[in-house]
């Protein structure tokens, strides 16, 4: 433990529990989470100790099977645990614990698809499946509110397909007038994720403004100076596409999703940027919306829940041609 507090990156605490967790890893009852921030740059690590624990990272609990790997650029978490319980903490973390019922439910599909998909994807190539970060879904313990647990329990196994196979459950906070088209963000077509128009919603982030200091800005973009910005693109859906900076002598052009990245995504809550404006210590970006706009928008399906809607007709508005499956957990 020793070794561990001078060379883990977070802070960790292990709780032991008396119970022991049988756990078959082939299932695709069981997922495999990688906790943190920090993602491994290779799959070159060895595992050196599993532990039915309580873990505490970065001040957020989970409970399940523990295993710690190490590799050159230090330890990394493995929570291994039940897909279904999983789904509870995604739903927990991604959404308002108190949501409409049907807006609960329509995030546990897709959580649950989500997880899914990329089990399928990444089991036989990476020792996790998928991280508990903002970069796959936020994942957090479930706070074990009755609505969640009910959404979670009454869906138990379904996940969104396509053609007999799990969708890519792409989703976002909130999007203003309308959602995003999948090629703009993820350079890719999908029959079954187009651009929506969506109703308003009580999102605290339909209207946003933002301050960027230059020094931020400089360094993830690695320019010495800049002196001018303007929206140089435009997707079909009206969000900005590229922006050109410059230093007064040369100019870069600079996509709008690569810079959100660049951000850590939440210093630049979306792309739909409405208008930009340079202020003497940095650029105040004025926009709409949360996230990166692809897929279900969460406050519109908490505004469609609100409305009636159920989670159904609320999947199949924002992934047309789509059915609900059973997934086998023994498979």
Known sequence: MKEMRLILPILITLIFSLQTYAMDKNSNSFIRVLLGDK?????????????????????????????????????????????????????????????????????????????????????????????SSVFHQVYKEDEGTEEVEKAVRETKGQILSYNGEPVMAFYHACSVEKTEEPKEVFGKEYPYLKSVEVPSTPSPYTLWEKKISFEILEKVLSMTKISYVKIASYTTTGRVKELEFSDGKNKKLVKATELRRLLQWTALPSTMITSIRIEDDGIVFEGKGYGHGVGMCQWCAFQMAQEGKNYKEILQYFYPGTEINIINENN
């Open 39 to 131: 993602r491994p740059s290779s799959n070159e690590l060895e595992k050196i100790k599993k532990v039915a624990a309580k873990t505490i990272v970065n001040g957020s609990a989970y409970h399940g099977e523990i295993e710690i790997w190490k590799g050159n650029e230090g330890y990394f978490l493995i929570n291994v645990i039940q897909l279904e319980d999983y789904v509870k903490g995604v739903v927990a973390s991604e959404v308002g614990i108190h949501w409409p019922e049907e807006a609960l439910k329509a995030q546990a599909v897709l959580a649950r698809t989500y997880a899914v998909a990329h089990i399928l994807r990444n089991r036989t190539k990476n020792f996790y499946d998928v991280t």
